[in-house]
């Protein structure tokens, strides 16, 4: 049962324009969320993460929007440059199981000079 | 800061052996340390929880016997992965916590079994 879900696997963009990342859960019990970004043969790095309670928040060029009603969170990278092309994981997580984390997919975002 | 490594970064084992894999938190203590495990194109599947000093908690399907979890200081867990086989094949990533909803992974350890 995937409670976490990113339904594209690839995103291409052209450099200088927006990247939207979309993610779907399941569990209106997840209270924090998360986005990664990952290069092959490498760990996760830690990008930008959002608590229930707020519906948006900014860390430079990087935006994560959740709709709780809808069960959605989104990451918006703009302007798109071509490092940002790797693979991106949402992951969700409940404040009483000590940081336990469900991952997405993935979706590996081209970005393309 | 708040770096993680682990130890080989990459192993090839013959089907039956054992192999262990570190996982260190270089800069920080960490309480909590956790096992993902990733097949090619797939997400990162939780293995295991560990807290310092105590038994390691193990997710739906994953084999404790066989996955075994040492987490015997603040900085340092290790994943034996006994009697490997072919399908034990994978990527396998830890990352440490020093606070609840922080983790910090390490660059993972390719496995793989002939």
């Known amino acids: 049962d995937q409670q976490v879900k990113q339904n594209s696997p690839s995103l291409s963009v052209q450099e200088g324009r927006i990247s939207i990342l979309n993610c779907d859960y399941t569990n209106s019990m997840f209270d924090y969320f998360l986005w990664y970004k990952k290069y092959p043969a490498e760990g996760p790095t830690f990008l930008i993460s959002i608590s229930s309670i707020k519906d948006k928040n900014e860390d430079g060029r990087f935006t994560v929007f959740l709709n709780k009603s809808a069960k959605h969170l989104s990451l918006h990278i703009v302007p798109s440059q071509p490092g940002d092309s790797a693979v991106y994981f949402c992951a969700a997580s409940f404040y009483n199981q000590g940081g336990k984390l469900i991952f997405g997919q993935g979706t590996e975002l081209s970005v393309k000079p | 800061g708040a770096v993680v490594s682990q130890h080989p970064s990459w192993v090839i084992c013959k089907s039956g052996t054992s192999v262990k894999i570190e996982c260190r938190s270089l800069?920080?203590?960490?309480?909590?340390m956790f096992w993902y495990r990733q097949f090619p194109k797939q997400s990162l599947m939780l293995m295991a929880t560990s807290n310092e000093g105590s038994k390691a908690t193990y997710e739906q399907g994953v084999e404790k016997d066989k996955f075994l979890i040492n987490h015997a200081s603040l900085t340092l867990s290790t994943l034996t992965v006994t009697s490997a086989h072919p399908e034990d094949s994978s990527f396998y990533i830890c990352?440490?916590?020093?606070?609840?909803?922080?983790?910090?992974f390490g660059p993972g350890t390719r496995l793989t079994v002939l």
């Open positions: 990352s440490a916590s020093p606070v609840t909803d922080t983790q910090y």
């Open positions: 800069d920080f203590q960490a309480t909590t």
